[in-house]
């Protein structure tokens, strides 16, 4: 094959794999933030590769996961009603509210549709006028410009039937909260490759001097990961704490230029509940005056919801780092991605889904009575 | 959700005041916004994450990317129809490792004997 070279090469990686070995002469905490770096490092089993002693702890940069609970109860009673077509990304369907889902609300006879582009959901609303087509706009940076321009061009076009459900949170504001929290175990990070794709990277380094952690830029690939871990234990062994761009191919200190000038067009900062987490100030943006129109919450007036998270699930603690998803005593039992409790069991990028999907919870027993290891 | 894909412009339109392009990822052709990617031309690779194009990236590491995202399962999931999403969500797994692929953690890349094994 004409592309494999040394970057996905398992010899490469025994090779990085060794110097970290090599260069760790204590043990560490290392928090990937990223909920995609989370499943690439158990699908690709680097953290069996590691030193005994370096630990990494997943972050909570699942945008699915984080979503409070009282706004999935809202996305499901406004895709619920009549008229609206209710567009969302597939991860969604399954996240589990108070009493339903997505999916289920589909079953019921609601208009949910999956979209690949938000765009798409702003085509709809330009092709249904007699409909009102929401948009749920769930995510972290990486996703903000999509939804920002799909906001953008519908005022631009006049779509007074278009509206954006926001849910956007931000991976600075998260690091303070996590390096405030009493119960803070983590290091150094391992920032999100794609949101500083966007972002830049010039938010950190106030962060790292702050709270005097090392942060690294990185990737999703094994090997990019590798990288990146290699990196913090070299900063966390000289006592050093900066912040480190190990995934040059992609991004760039000052980020997307364009992108961060419709968002800055589009946003405000405003505080924002993450499910499991709690209210962090200043952790997400919501419409500004000029769009607020376009506002789903201020569209649609939704009261009177009954919102309560079950009382099994644990998500707000792997979230937080603070335990291992198999160490909930739901996981894999009451909690499967069929009928999870919670989205850290749904989305691809959370972490209790990570480690079910891969068997990571399994005795090498177990798994082969599970049929899942074909011998 | 964060991951983005790479994949090759392959014509670059323009739909009102907004850069429109396709995009062809590994066989997987979609309408991508190139809005915020002025410097992409046709026969550039770039990174794509909702239908949007957030940065370049060159040939080989978007060739390899896409190589390891597809056996990662990300590309299915990222590129997927409506109806394949849907089917999607019916079928979430219920047991364990429904695809296999633990047999493969922590020794895909320790083994070059699995690499070997799984087609080169």
Same mark, same amino acid.
């Given at each position: 094959?004409?592309?494999?070279?040394?970057?996905?090469?398992?010899?490469?990686?025994?090779?990085?794999?060794?110097?970290?070995?090599?260069?760790?002469?204590?043990?560490?905490?290392?928090?990937?933030?990223?909920?995609?770096?989370?499943?690439?490092?158990?699908?690709?089993?680097?953290?069996?590769?590691?030193?005994?002693?370096?630990?990494?702890?997943?972050?909570?940069?699942?945008?699915?996961?984080?979503?409070?609970?009282? =706004?999935?109860?809202?996305?499901?009673?406004?895709?619920?009603?009549?008229?609206?077509?209710?567009?969302?990304?597939?991860?969604?369907?399954?996240?589990?509210?108070?009493d339903?889902? =997505?999916?289920?609300?589909?079953?019921?006879?609601?208009?949910?549709?999956?979209?690949?582009?938000?765009?798409?959901?702003?085509e709809?609303?330009?092709?249904?006028?007699?409909?009102?087509?929401?948009?749920?706009?769930?995510?972290?940076?990486?996703?903000?410009?999509? *939804?920002?321009?799909?906001?953008?061009l519908?005022?631009?076009?006049?779509?007074?039937?278009?509206?954006?459900?926001?849910?956007?949170?931000?991976?600075?504001?998260?690091?303070?909260?996590?390096?405030?929290?009493?119960?803070?175990?983590?290091?150094?990070?391992?920032a999100?490759?794609?949101?500083?794709?966007?972002?830049?990277?010039?938010?950190?380094?106030?962060?790292?001097?702050?709270?005097?952690?090392?942060?690294?830029?990185?990737?999703?690939?094994p090997?990019?990961?590798?990288?990146?871990?290699?990196?913090?234990?070299?900063?966390?062994?000289?006592?050093?704490?900066?912040?480190? *761009?190990?995934? &040059?191919?992609?991004?760039?200190?000052?980020? *997307?230029?364009?992108a961060?000038?419709?968002?800055?067009?589009?946003?405000? =900062?405003?505080?924002?509940?993450?499910?499991?987490?709690?209210?962090?100030?200043?952790?997400g943006?919501?419409?500004?005056? *000029?769009y607020?129109?376009?506002?789903?919450?201020?569209?649609?007036?939704?009261?009177?919801?009954?919102?309560?998270?079950?009382?099994l699930?644990?998500?707000?603690?792997?979230?937080?780092?603070?335990?291992?998803?198999?160490?909930?005593?739901?996981?894999?039992? &009451?909690?499967?991605?069929?009928?999870?409790?919670?989205?850290?069991?749904?989305?691809?990028?959370?972490?209790?889904?990570?480690?079910?999907?891969?068997?990571?919870?399994?005795?090498?027993?177990?798994?082969?009575?599970?049929?899942?290891?074909?011998? | 959700?964060?991951?983005?894909?790479?994949?090759?412009? /392959?014509?670059?339109?323009?739909?009102?005041?907004?850069?429109?392009?396709?995009?062809?990822?590994?066989?997987?052709?979609?309408?991508?916004?190139? %809005?915020?990617?002025?410097?992409?031309?046709?026969? %550039?690779?770039?990174?794509?994450?909702?239908?949007?194009?957030?940065?370049?990236?060159?040939?080989?590491?978007?060739?390899?990317?896409?190589?390891?995202?597809?056996?990662?399962?990300?590309?299915?999931? /990222?590129?997927?129809?409506?109806? /394949?999403?849907?089917?999607?969500?019916?079928?979430?797994?219920?047991?364990?490792?429904?695809?296999?692929?633990?047999?493969?953690?922590?020794?895909?890349l320790?083994?070059?004997?699995?690499?070997?094994?799984?087609?080169?």
């Amino acid at each position: 094959m004409k592309y494999l070279n040394e970057f996905r090469d398992g010899q490469v990686a025994k090779r990085m794999a060794a110097e970290i070995r090599q260069i760790t002469t204590r043990p560490w905490k290392i928090m990937e933030i990223c909920g995609g770096q989370t499943h690439s490092i158990i699908r690709n089993g680097i953290d069996q590769m590691l030193p005994p002693g370096i630990e990494m702890i997943h972050g909570p940069g699942c945008p699915v996961c984080v979503t409070p609970l009282a =706004l999935i109860d809202k996305a499901l009673a406004i895709a619920a009603q009549p008229g609206v077509i209710f567009c969302s990304f597939g991860d969604m369907l399954r996240v589990p509210g108070t009493d339903s889902d =997505l999916f289920q609300v589909k079953g019921r006879g609601g208009d949910v549709r999956i979209v690949y582009s938000p765009l798409d959901a702003v085509e709809l609303a330009a092709r249904n006028p007699d409909k009102q087509v929401v948009f749920f706009g769930v995510g972290f940076e990486t996703t903000a410009p999509a *939804n920002a321009m799909s906001v953008h061009l519908a005022r631009q076009r006049g779509l007074k039937n278009f509206s954006l459900l926001v849910s956007h949170v931000l991976v600075p504001p998260a690091i303070e909260a996590i390096m405030s929290s009493p119960e803070n175990k983590v290091q150094a990070f391992l920032a999100a490759g794609h949101v500083c794709s966007v972002m830049g990277f010039w938010e950190y380094p106030p962060l790292a001097d702050k709270y005097e952690i090392p942060i690294v830029v990185t990737g999703f690939e094994p090997l990019d990961l590798l990288d990146g871990i290699r990196r913090a234990i070299i900063q966390l062994e000289k006592g050093e704490h900066h912040v480190e *761009n190990a995934y &040059e191919r992609i991004v760039t200190y000052a980020g *997307n230029l364009g992108a961060q000038q419709l968002l800055a067009e589009v946003f405000e =900062l405003s505080d924002r509940s993450w499910r499991g987490i709690g209210l962090i100030p200043n952790s997400g943006w919501r419409l500004n005056d *000029n769009y607020r129109k376009f506002d789903a919450e201020e569209r649609f007036q939704i009261s009177g919801i009954h919102t309560e998270e079950s009382p099994l699930c644990k998500a707000g603690d792997v979230l937080r780092g603070a335990i291992k998803p198999e160490s909930c005593p739901a996981f894999g039992k &009451e909690c499967t991605p069929r009928h999870p409790l919670g989205a850290t069991m749904v989305s691809s990028e959370g972490a209790c889904a990570a480690y079910f999907n891969y068997g990571r919870f399994l005795s090498a027993e177990e798994l082969a009575n599970s049929g899942a290891v074909h011998a | 959700m964060c991951l983005a894909i790479p994949g090759k412009v /392959e014509q670059i339109t323009t739909d009102g005041n907004v850069r429109m392009g396709r995009v062809n990822f590994g066989g997987v052709v979609k309408n991508v916004c190139l %809005d915020y990617v002025p410097e992409v031309v046709v026969g %550039d690779y770039t990174i794509v994450h909702v239908g949007f194009a957030l940065s370049k990236i060159d040939e080989q590491s978007a060739l390899e990317t896409l190589d390891l995202f597809r056996q990662m399962g990300a590309l299915d999931e /990222e590129l997927a129809t409506e109806e /394949e999403a849907f089917a999607r969500a019916a079928h979430a797994p219920q047991s364990a490792c429904p695809d296999g692929s633990c047999e493969l953690t922590g020794q895909s890349l320790r083994s070059t004997e699995t690499k070997s094994e799984r087609g080169q």
